[in-house]
């Protein structure tokens, strides 16, 4: 079982929806990530969070660490909101070694007009 | 103030040739990771380097690849004698903290023929 899971694998979304991706981990971590991959483009990076929630633009990120769960929310979604969603935990390592990320595998977001 | 620098964006070798892949962090950064996404899965940590020094290597096969961040000039990502199973696409992240959010690059396609 991957320590990091994302649902759904993919997603079909018409401009103007509400949009929710999940993440679920098995790990304690100190932080998890939120990025952003445009097919055969770079690496976005969306948010680092710990604790709460965090709003960037139409963006909104949260995370319940008790339940060991986030999600990333796009509110009035949009065509180019298009690209690949993709969670990332910092899992909390022995001497200090919480540098490394584990990624789930992605959710496809399609928003069509 | 430019982003992660990675190059070159697309690259061919045939089999049993070298790869260098090239990264140069965000000004004022010293900390570089390296992650590689093979087709269809998630991104993988390889290794992760600061400044003249490798932290963590563990995830970067023990032989072939070799990776180095001089105290002058990009890091740099070596794979020697290529194999069609080491076509993917490499991205280079920086921080300028260990436990600061990362900035990626947008990342080398490695096409091995």
């Known amino acids: 079982k991957n320590e990091v899971e994302q649902s759904p694998q993919n997603l079909t979304a018409q401009e103007g929806e509400f949009i929710t991706i999940n993440c679920s981990y098995s790990?304690?971590?100190?932080?998890l990530h939120w990025l952003q991959q445009h097919p055969g483009g770079g690496i976005v990076s969306l948010f680092m969070?710990?604790?709460g929630k965090k709003k960037h633009g139409r963006l909104i990120a949260t995370i319940n660490i008790q339940e060991k769960h986030s999600s990333l929310h796009i509110t009035a979604s949009h065509p180019r909101d298009s690209a690949v969603y993709i969670c990332?935990?910092?899992?909390?390592?022995?001497?200090?070694?919480?540098?490394?990320?584990?990624f789930g595998k992605g959710t496809l977001l399609t928003v069509n007009p | 103030n430019a982003g992660v620098m990675q190059n070159p964006r697309h690259l061919v070798r045939r089999r049993g040739q070298e790869a260098r892949l090239r990264c140069s962090p965000m000004?004022?950064?010293?900390?570089v990771y390296w992650y590689r996404q093979l087709p269809e899965e998630g991104l993988k940590f390889m290794v992760y380097?600061?400044?003249?020094?490798?932290?963590?290597e563990s995830g970067m096969p023990k032989e072939r690849f070799s990776a180095e961040f001089p105290k002058e000039g990009p890091s740099i990502l070596r794979i020697q004698q290529v194999v069609r199973g080491d076509s993917a696409a490499y991205f280079c992240?920086?921080?300028?903290?260990?436990?600061?959010?990362?900035?990626f690059g947008n990342g080398t396609r490695l096409t091995v023929t």
């Open positions: 992240a920086s921080s300028p903290r260990r436990e600061a959010p990362l900035h």
């Open positions: 790990v304690g971590i100190s932080a």
């Open positions: 000004k004022g950064h010293s900390h």
């Open positions: 380097l600061q400044k003249e020094n490798i932290i963590d």
């Open positions: 969070l710990s604790s």
């Open positions: 990332a935990v910092r899992a909390l390592g022995e001497g200090g070694s919480n540098y490394k990320l584990t």
